[in-house]
Protein backbone atom coordinates (compact mmCIF):
# COMPACT_ATOMS: atom_id res chain seq x y z
CA UNK A 1 0.00 0.00 0.00
CA UNK A 2 1.25 3.23 -0.98
CA UNK A 3 1.97 5.77 1.71
CA UNK A 4 2.14 9.53 0.17
CA UNK A 5 4.76 12.05 0.72
CA UNK A 6 4.40 14.31 3.89
CA UNK A 7 1.74 10.83 4.85
CA UNK A 8 2.42 8.55 8.32
CA UNK A 9 0.89 5.28 9.26
CA UNK A 10 0.02 5.12 12.68
CA UNK A 11 -0.58 2.05 14.34
CA UNK A 12 -3.20 2.06 17.20
CA UNK A 13 -2.31 -0.08 19.89
CA UNK A 14 -5.17 -1.18 21.65
CA UNK A 15 -6.57 -2.03 18.10
CA UNK A 16 -3.65 -3.06 15.84
CA UNK A 17 -5.31 -0.67 13.11
CA UNK A 18 -2.85 1.25 11.37
CA UNK A 19 -4.15 4.30 10.04
CA UNK A 20 -2.98 7.27 7.22
CA UNK A 21 -2.59 10.35 8.98
CA UNK A 22 -1.05 13.58 7.41
CA UNK A 23 0.27 16.87 9.46
CA UNK A 24 -1.55 18.64 6.21
CA UNK A 25 -4.97 18.17 6.59
CA UNK A 26 -7.45 16.79 9.65
CA UNK A 27 -5.68 14.21 11.98
CA UNK A 28 -7.64 12.17 14.50
CA UNK A 29 -6.86 12.71 17.90
CA UNK A 30 -7.30 10.54 21.10
CA UNK A 31 -11.04 12.02 21.14
CA UNK A 32 -11.84 9.95 18.14
CA UNK A 33 -10.37 7.03 19.68
CA UNK A 34 -12.28 7.14 23.17
CA UNK A 35 -15.22 7.80 21.57
CA UNK A 36 -15.36 4.45 19.27
CA UNK A 37 -13.95 2.90 22.94
CA UNK A 38 -17.38 3.94 24.30
CA UNK A 39 -19.35 3.69 21.78
CA UNK A 40 -22.07 1.11 22.08
CA UNK A 41 -22.77 -0.21 19.07
CA UNK A 42 -25.30 -2.89 17.62
CA UNK A 43 -23.64 -6.26 17.13
CA UNK A 44 -25.64 -6.19 13.71
CA UNK A 45 -27.29 -3.35 12.09
CA UNK A 46 -26.22 -0.05 9.72
CA UNK A 47 -23.85 1.98 11.46
CA UNK A 48 -22.39 4.95 9.23
CA UNK A 49 -20.33 7.52 10.32
CA UNK A 50 -20.80 11.00 8.95
CA UNK A 51 -17.46 13.57 8.25
CA UNK A 52 -15.50 10.22 8.82
CA UNK A 53 -12.16 12.12 7.80
CA UNK A 54 -9.35 9.48 8.09
CA UNK A 55 -11.94 6.97 8.78
CA UNK A 56 -11.24 5.78 12.71
CA UNK A 57 -13.89 5.63 14.31
CA UNK A 58 -15.58 3.22 11.41
CA UNK A 59 -11.98 1.14 11.06
CA UNK A 60 -11.93 0.65 14.89
CA UNK A 61 -16.07 0.40 15.34
CA UNK A 62 -15.71 -2.57 12.79
CA UNK A 63 -13.82 -4.62 16.05
CA UNK A 64 -17.12 -4.41 17.87
CA UNK A 65 -19.67 -5.26 15.29
CA UNK A 66 -20.36 -7.28 12.58
CA UNK A 67 -23.10 -4.76 11.19
CA UNK A 68 -22.27 -2.74 7.99
CA UNK A 69 -20.48 0.22 8.80
CA UNK A 70 -20.12 3.05 6.38
CA UNK A 71 -17.96 6.30 6.78
CA UNK A 72 -18.65 9.29 4.38
CA UNK A 73 -16.43 12.11 3.57
CA UNK A 74 -16.30 14.91 1.49
CA UNK A 75 -12.91 15.88 0.90
CA UNK A 76 -11.20 13.37 -1.89
CA UNK A 77 -8.02 13.21 0.45
CA UNK A 78 -9.24 12.46 3.33
CA UNK A 79 -11.70 10.43 2.06
CA UNK A 80 -8.48 8.51 0.41
CA UNK A 81 -6.69 8.32 2.82
CA UNK A 82 -9.26 6.20 4.85
CA UNK A 83 -9.87 4.28 1.48
CA UNK A 84 -6.00 3.10 2.09
CA UNK A 85 -6.62 2.37 5.84
CA UNK A 86 -9.54 0.34 5.25
CA UNK A 87 -7.16 -1.74 2.69
CA UNK A 88 -4.14 -1.63 4.56
CA UNK A 89 -6.51 -3.44 7.98
CA UNK A 90 -7.98 -5.75 5.01
CA UNK A 91 -11.15 -4.37 6.28
CA UNK A 92 -12.96 -3.76 2.52
CA UNK A 93 -15.52 -6.54 2.94
CA UNK A 94 -16.07 -4.71 6.92
CA UNK A 95 -16.15 -1.23 5.76
CA UNK A 96 -17.29 1.38 2.87
CA UNK A 97 -16.21 4.92 2.74
CA UNK A 98 -18.14 6.90 0.51
CA UNK A 99 -16.82 10.28 -1.07
CA UNK A 100 -19.81 12.67 -0.99
CA UNK A 101 -21.53 15.44 1.10
CA UNK A 102 -23.81 14.25 3.53
CA UNK A 103 -26.90 16.15 1.76
CA UNK A 104 -26.40 14.06 -0.68
CA UNK A 105 -26.92 10.41 1.36
CA UNK A 106 -30.31 10.56 1.26
CA UNK A 107 -30.92 10.12 -1.97
CA UNK A 108 -28.29 7.38 -1.90
CA UNK A 109 -29.71 5.28 1.12
CA UNK A 110 -33.29 6.20 0.44
CA UNK A 111 -35.67 5.16 2.98
CA UNK A 112 -32.99 3.27 4.80
CA UNK A 113 -32.13 3.81 8.46
CA UNK A 114 -29.27 3.38 10.41
CA UNK A 115 -29.11 1.86 13.91
CA UNK A 116 -26.37 4.32 14.75
Known amino acids: ME ?12 SGLKIIQSKEVFSFSLDA ?24 IPLLISQKTEGEIY ?10 MAERSRKINQLEK ?19 RFDY
Not at 8 to 14: C, G, Q, T, Y
Not at 33 to 42: E, I, S, T
Not at 98 to 106: E, H, Q, S, T, V
Open 3 to 14: IHPGERLDLISK
Open 33 to 56: VLLADFANVPKKGRIIDLCTGTGV
Open 71 to 80: GVEIQERLWD
Open 94 to 112: RVCFILGDIKDMPARFGDG
